[in-house]
């Protein structure tokens, strides 16, 4: 298994930079080497996504003891939330206690998890607070809280268990439209990465707005995450 010597790092769909961003993996997460390349390597991630990395940010895996509840900075590298580290890659890179949480400790709720990112940019592809696309930021919840769901929205709806309406929705089910996901929080709010205010954003689906009326017009199903990859 191998993994990446930076905080973030892209996967591709063709071993050139020009090409589509797919997805991303963060420092800590493991991912199967297919086919090593001189400038790009073709990987396959832990949900299963296939894509070129460039091949000199590819180093061999070490097991974790923690994740990264809150960002860190380095002089040598930069950590996003969700991050995985050894103890000997904690105390190299310096990491408060109050940063690290066991791999094992899963006890956190998404919904209130995803508050501390109101405002990241957007970006299509991105699995991290440098940048989240809509599927990428539910997904990096769930993961933190131990559960691997796919990692396209339409996948993601296809995984999860359907809920027949709003009046039985409950906080941390997803809602998808066409091509979007977002994460319901009560009350008829929904946190998501989207283009619309090219960030994470709350938006009430009932407050009237033109906004909310087209996400309506495009709306498909909500889901439950009822199990793991």
Aim: proline content about 3%.
């Amino acid at each position: 298994m191998y993994q990446i010597r930076i905080g973030v790092g892209d996967l591709r769909s063709k071993a050139m930079f020009e090409s589509e961003r797919e997805t991303q993996v963060v420092f800590g997460e493991k991912f199967d080497l297919l086919e090593r390349g001189d400038a790009y390597s073709l990987i396959q991630s832990q949900d299963h996504v296939k894509g070129y990395i460039k091949t000199n940010i590819i180093t061999e895996y070490t097991d974790k003891s923690y994740k990264l509840r809150r960002f860190h900075s380095h002089p040598e590298i930069k950590l996003p939330f969700g991050s995985y580290v050894s103890k000997e890659e904690a105390e190299k890179y310096k990491i408060p206690e109050n940063k690290l949480v066991s791999v094992s400790n899963n006890n956190f709720s998404v919904c209130d998890l995803s508050m501390e990112f109101i405002g990241v940019p957007y970006l299509w592809g991105g699995t991290s607070e440098f940048g989240y696309d809509c599927s990428g930021f539910v997904q990096r919840l769930y993961k933190f809280t131990g559960v691997q769901i796919p990692r396209n929205s339409g996948s993601q709806r296809d995984f999860t268990e359907t809920v027949d309406n709003f009046d039985s929705a409950k906080p941390g089910d997803l809602v998808f439209f066409k091509g979007h996901v977002g994460l319901y929080l009560g009350d008829g709010n929904m946190i998501h990465a989207n283009g619309n205010s090219a960030s994470v954003s709350v938006n009430n689906l009932f407050d009237g707005s033109k906004y909310s009326k087209n996400l309506h017009e495009i709306f498909e199903k909500i889901g439950r995450v009822t199990k793991s990859l």
